[in-house]
């Protein structure tokens, strides 16, 4: 049974900071290109950064870049998402997420790497979902 399980969510002050992680059991996440979306109330999800199956390419939205970093951790199959400078359009739910869904974070032949897509019918596996809130 695969399972993506979030944590470290919480409630910062505007400027702050939190990190995210998202545990995979039964679930092998290097093969798979991993993201994080988050949905706030009343609004529907939105992909904020995705990494590509081999690391090569990571993608963050305009409104996060700069401010938000992705990684893996391959040994401890974990992936974990950085919130720097968090702002009040942040809080949301946020979301791991991890898929191999054709066409969607396919082998770019002219970049010679692979893409990744913050579409969410690119993903399999979800999270169940992890709150971060912001408030001063």
């Known amino acids: 049974q695969v399972q993506l399980v979030e944590s470290g969510g919480g409630s910062v002050q505007p400027g702050g900071s939190l990190t995210l992680s998202c545990a995979g059991s039964?679930?092998?996440?290097?093969?798979?290109?991993v993201g994080w979306f988050r949905q706030a109330p009343g609004k529907e999800r939105e992909g904020v950064s995705c990494?590509?199956?081999?690391?090569?390419?990571?993608y963050y939205t305009d409104n996060v870049k700069g401010r938000f970093t992705l990684s893996r951790d391959k040994v401890k199959n974990t992936m974990t998402l950085q919130l720097h400078n968090l702002a009040p359009e942040d809080p949301a739910n946020y979301y791991c997420?991890?898929?191999?869904?054709?066409?969607?974070?396919?082998?770019?032949?002219?970049?010679?790497?692979?893409?990744?897509?913050?579409?969410?019918?690119?993903?399999?596996?979800w999270g169940q979902g992890i709150q971060v809130t912001v408030s001063s």
């Open positions: 997420a991890a898929g191999a869904v054709a066409g969607y974070h396919d082998f770019d032949f002219r970049a010679g790497a692979f893409r990744c897509s913050i579409l969410p019918a690119g993903f399999d596996y």
């Open positions: 039964g679930i092998t996440l290097t093969q798979y290109a």
């Open positions: 990494l590509s199956i081999n690391d090569d390419y990571t």
